[in-house]
């Protein structure tokens, strides 16, 4: 058994986003895995668009209208006032209901919110997919938009709550091999599934980036210092520590700190303990990204 990768003293900066909880249901266990990955598998926050996540999957018993279900988190920044941010947030998230969702088919989406702060009305980016035939009606103890479709029907709860969490928690886990990349992100990811309130929004993500770019057009760009194929042509610049050719990152989303940090703990565990991995840290850019340090030590 090999000894457990050291954990580095320094902390994952994280900062404040929207989010909306939502369980989706299908007839078919198959549709409704293919509906929630699709749903959750682009995150582009970075460029002003929204991220997902799937927090759980469910059984029938699990969900309001007794089918196969998933819980998703839906995600949106916050760049200047609050207001804004909702707006944008509720067209993006039409797009990815609309487009990943609505068009599967006999799939239905319910709020699953646990402290909403207001919520938002799905008539106008989701009901009138059904061209002024849609109605509203009783269905499962919720009012519902059901949306006339060549294979009937979906159905949308009418209003999805909204509120702000924890975005961009993370943690590294810096390898000598490319099995210890895959075996230890795998072991991680499964491990955060299992912590309420927490998604994974970028799957094993190969590329971690920085805020500060030479080209501010595309976003966060990649964060050299610690990319090990530059460690020779920047010589003392390079971060990379001997033996080290691999950083994979984790990035998460949570509905709270708490939930944030018991989803790191439990990724951090698992992976730190696979053969290959020599070191556990994290991404932060000196406070000036976010609001919340969440110290790696302070986690066990």
Same mark, same amino acid.
């Given at each position: 058994?090999?000894?457990?990768?050291?954990?580095?003293?320094?902390?994952?900066?994280?900062?404040?986003?929207?989010?909306?909880?939502?369980?989706?249901?299908?007839?078919?266990?198959?549709?409704?895995?293919?509906?929630?990955?699709?749903?959750?598998?682009?995150?582009?926050?970075?460029?002003?668009?929204?991220?997902?996540?799937?927090?759980?999957?469910?059984?029938?018993?699990?969900?309001?209208?007794?089918?196969?279900?998933?819980?998703?988190?839906?995600?949106?920044?916050?760049?200047?006032?609050?207001?804004?941010?909702?707006?944008?947030?509720?067209?993006?998230?039409?797009?990815?209901?609309?487009?990943?969702?609505?068009?599967?088919?006999?799939?239905?989406?319910?709020?699953?919110?646990?402290?909403?702060?207001?919520?938002?009305?799905?008539?106008?980016?989701?009901?009138?997919?059904?061209?002024?035939?849609?109605?509203?009606?009783?269905?499962?103890?919720?009012?519902?938009? @059901?949306?006339?479709?060549?294979?009937?029907?979906?159905?949308?709860?009418?209003?999805?709550?909204?509120?702000?969490?924890?975005?961009?928690?993370?943690?590294?886990?810096?390898?000598?091999?490319?099995?210890? @990349?895959?075996?230890?992100?795998?072991?991680?990811?499964?491990?955060?599934?299992?912590?309420?309130?927490?998604?994974?929004?970028?799957?094993?993500?190969?590329?971690?980036?920085?805020?500060?770019?030479?080209?501010?057009?595309?976003?966060?760009?990649?964060?050299?210092?610690?990319?090990?194929?530059?460690?020779?042509?920047?010589?003392?610049?390079?971060?990379?520590?001997?033996?080290?050719?691999?950083?994979?990152?984790? @990035?998460?989303?949570?509905?709270?700190?708490?939930?944030?940090?018991?989803?790191?703990?439990?990724?951090?565990?698992?992976?730190?303990?696979?053969?290959?991995?020599?070191?556990?840290?994290?991404?932060?850019?000196?406070?000036?990204?976010?609001?919340?340090?969440?110290?790696?030590?302070?986690?066990?």
């Amino acid at each position: 058994m090999s000894e457990k990768a050291e954990i580095e003293d320094t902390y994952a900066e994280a900062f404040k986003g929207i989010y909306c909880r939502v369980i989706v249901t299908a007839a078919y266990k198959e549709t409704v895995k293919k509906t929630a990955e699709d749903a959750t598998a682009t995150p582009a926050t970075v460029i002003g668009r929204t991220e997902a996540g799937i927090e759980k999957w469910l059984e029938k018993e699990e969900t309001p209208d007794g089918r196969p279900g998933a819980i998703l988190q839906f995600w949106g920044g916050i760049q200047k006032e609050l207001r804004g941010a909702i707006e944008k947030f509720e067209k993006e998230l039409s797009y990815r209901i609309r487009q990943d969702i609505l068009v599967k088919p006999f799939t239905s989406v319910f709020d699953a919110h646990p402290a909403p702060k207001g919520s938002l009305d799905m008539m106008k980016g989701v009901g009138h997919c059904g061209d002024g035939y849609e109605w509203v009606e009783e269905r499962f103890g919720r009012k519902m938009i @059901v949306v006339p479709l060549m294979v009937p029907n979906f159905q949308i709860e009418r209003r999805l709550g909204y509120a702000t969490g924890v975005m961009g928690g993370n943690f590294w886990y810096l390898c000598k091999t490319k099995k210890a @990349v895959m075996k230890a992100g795998k072991k991680a990811l499964k491990a955060i599934e299992k912590v309420e309130g927490a998604v994974n929004t970028f799957d094993i993500c190969s590329a971690g980036s920085k805020p500060d770019t030479n080209f501010p057009e595309i976003g966060p760009t990649t964060n050299h210092p610690y990319c090990p194929s530059l460690k020779k042509q920047l010589g003392s610049k390079s971060k990379v520590p001997a033996g080290v050719k691999y950083i994979p990152e984790i @990035v998460l989303n949570a509905i709270s700190v708490d939930a944030m940090k018991n989803a790191m703990k439990a990724g951090i565990q698992s992976a730190r303990s696979v053969e290959g991995v020599v070191k556990i840290s994290a991404g932060n850019y000196g406070g000036n990204l976010g609001k919340y340090k969440i110290h790696l030590n302070e986690l066990f």
